[in-house]
């Protein structure tokens, strides 16, 4: 979350950022329970990184590097950076209990901090 985990990772302008979105939660859907970006702020122009909220399936495994050729991972804690096509993804794990609770503190630039 800020767009500082993976090293070189560019930040996207809008129709990047939505392209980016759109290709990741198609390409990760198979491998988690549940899958959301929360909403951006409405004026937010740029992004350091795509947050996604995910809740894993039990007996999957998604590894970035094998599924969508990504060149960097670092894991922290319940969140996993990676890179896509030179920009960073974040996969927040969360439970099926927090999951929208998660997106809501998530949103618009991360109204709950």
């Given at each position: 979350?800020?767009?500082?985990a ?8 809008n ?10 939660l198609e390409s990760i ?5 549940r899958?959301a970006?929360?909403?951006p ?8 990184d795509?947050d ?5 399936k039990?007996g ?7 599924q969508l050729g990504?060149?960097?991972i670092?894991?922290?804690g319940?969140i ?6 030179g920009?960073q993804?974040?996969?927040?794990h ?9 997106i ?7 109204v709950?901090h």
């Open positions: 979350m800020g767009g500082s993976i090293t070189d990772s560019k930040r996207m302008d129709e990047t950022y939505n392209r980016v979105k759109k290709e990741v859907s198979p491998f988690f329970e899958v970006v929360p909403p702020a409405p004026e937010k122009e740029s992004y350091g795509l996604v909220i995910v809740v894993p039990v999957v495994t998604f590894d970035p590097i094998s990504s060149k960097q670092y894991p922290n319940p996993i950076s990676f890179e896509y096509q920009h993804v974040d996969l927040i969360t439970t099926e209990h927090d999951f929208d609770w998660m809501f503190v998530l949103s618009y630039s991360y709950g």
